[in-house]
Structure formats: C-alpha cells, structure tokens
C-alpha cells in the first residue's frame, strides 16, 4: 500500500495553465514535471548542450522529506536527453521554483516545448547521519577495494 505524504505546492504565474505535477500510473514512484517555458517558445538543446528548463512550481516539503529530480526514462532512450546532476535534490527547506538541468546526450537537437513531460519527481524521506569520529574502522571482506574490486 502507498503512504500519502502532504506537499504543499505554488503554481507559479507562468504555469496557470499547465497541469500539476501528477503520477502516471497507479503504482508510480514519480511525478511527471512539466515544461513551463513560453508559449511558441521552445528551448532547443543541441547535442553536447545543457538547458535550465523552469516547471512553473514551488513547493514546501515537510521536515524529514526530500524530493529527486530524475530523467524521464523514454526521454533519454528517445532523444538521449537526460537530468544533468541526477538525481537533484530539493531539500525541506527550499522554495524556489523547480527548475530542471536537461543535457542532451544524443545526436540531434531535441526541443523542449511548453507542457513536455520533462522529468519525474521523486519524494522520499531523509535520514540524517551522525558522524562519529574513529582511530581505526572495523575490517571487511571487501577492506578498501575501490571501483571493481568485488568484480564485473
């Protein structure tokens, strides 16, 4: 069963007419944002460019509650466009407007157009880690071995 968190959300005076971020499917993890650049104003991203697309939303999460700004699956096979620093992080106390670093990895250019479906967000909640500083720490299999080190 999904747990329902509260969020509280500004459409802002660019996005009046566009829809709410809102689920897809039934059993969803994420929300589908959308594109609030201008009308008949598309942002077009050429192959190896980055763009700050605005989704026209701010919100307030509760303490305890992040929200991840992920890639839209079809988006990055379709077109290789994707989220630059994915996942971003909204922290619980941010208020700006939602905004969306998309880089095109593929080989065309790809345009953002006012409504697109541009990313999903992803609200989760937060455990903060209490740091304990230490001479030595405990052994492990694994011990220091980086990138590769259990094979594959």
Same mark, same amino acid.
């Given at each position: 069963?999904n747990?329902?968190t ?5 459409? =802002?005076? *660019?996005?009046r007419?566009l829809? =709410?971020?809102?689920?897809?499917s039934? =059993? ?32 307030a !999460? ?6 991840q700004?992920r890639?839209?699956?079809? !988006?990055?096979?379709? *077109?290789?466009?994707?989220v !630059? ?7 619980a ?8 670093i =998309?880089?095109? *990895?593929?080989?065309?250019s790809?345009?953002?157009a006012?409504?697109? %479906?541009?990313?999903q ?6 455990? %903060?880690?209490a ?14 071995g980086?990138f ?5």
């Amino acid at each position: 069963m999904n747990t329902i968190t509260n969020v509280r959300i500004t459409r =802002l005076p *660019h996005a009046r007419d566009l829809p =709410l971020p809102s689920y897809q499917s039934a =059993l969803a993890a994420g929300l589908d944002l959308i594109a609030a650049v201008a009308a008949g104003s598309p942002i077009a991203i050429a192959p190896g460019a980055r763009a700050l697309v605005p989704t026209g939303i701010a919100i307030a !999460l509760p303490a305890g509650f992040e929200a991840q700004v992920r890639p839209r699956s079809g !988006l990055a096979a379709k *077109h290789g466009l994707t989220v !630059l620093n994915s996942p971003g992080t909204i922290d619980a106390d941010y208020r700006g407007e939602i905004q969306v670093i =998309l880089i095109n *990895h593929g080989a065309e250019s790809v345009e953002v157009a006012r409504g697109m %479906r541009i990313a999903q967000l992803v609200v989760a909640t937060v455990t %903060r880690a209490a740091f304990m500083e230490t001479v030595s720490l405990d052994e492990t299999t694994r011990g220091g071995g980086g990138f590769g080190s259990t094979g594959g």
